[in-house]
């Protein structure tokens, strides 16, 4: 396998492992950021972290790169959402002639791919050094966690 499909994968594998448990520990909200100012989705995003902090019995080290970490995934959504942040739109846009617009749909997915491409290295680094500052326990709750599919207990 060539070395950026693998880069992308385990990316986007831990992209979602870390989104996942971040989403999963907020409150529910219908469609995380969405209409949030960016004031209230840094509270957010901080709220989520001091859970995961909690839940995993981070130190202060661990938790700034936590929050590292949760910074890189949130710049990293906003570069894969690019300039139109209404998916839904961008979709009806494409079917909204009598013709399916293939040649903006191949352009919307060409530039998710390059903003995907050009942060998951950063996002990566971040999630490695995150991963790797745990100690073997807290590891081990994570992947516990990872085998729930993404669910924190609400009980413990």
Known sequence: MKPWIKRTLFGLFGASL???GLTACASRHHGYDAGMSAEQSAQMR???IDR???KLD???DQKKRLS????KLHAQRLALMGQGADPRAEM???VAGDKFDAERAQTLVNQKAAALQAGSPEVIAAL??????LNPAQQQKVRDFMERRGRWSHRG
Not at 68 to 71: A, E, R, S, Y
Not at 128 to 133: E, R
Request: charged fraction near 15%; charge should be negative; hydrophobic fraction near 50%.
């Open 18 to 20: 870390v989104v996942g």
């Open 46 to 48: 901080e709220k989520m």
């Open 68 to 71: 590292t970490l949760g910074d």
């Open 92 to 94: 009806q846009a494409l």
């Open 128 to 133: 490695a050094d995150f991963y790797n500052s």
């Open 52 to 54: 995961m902090a909690g």
């Open 58 to 60: 981070l130190n202060a």
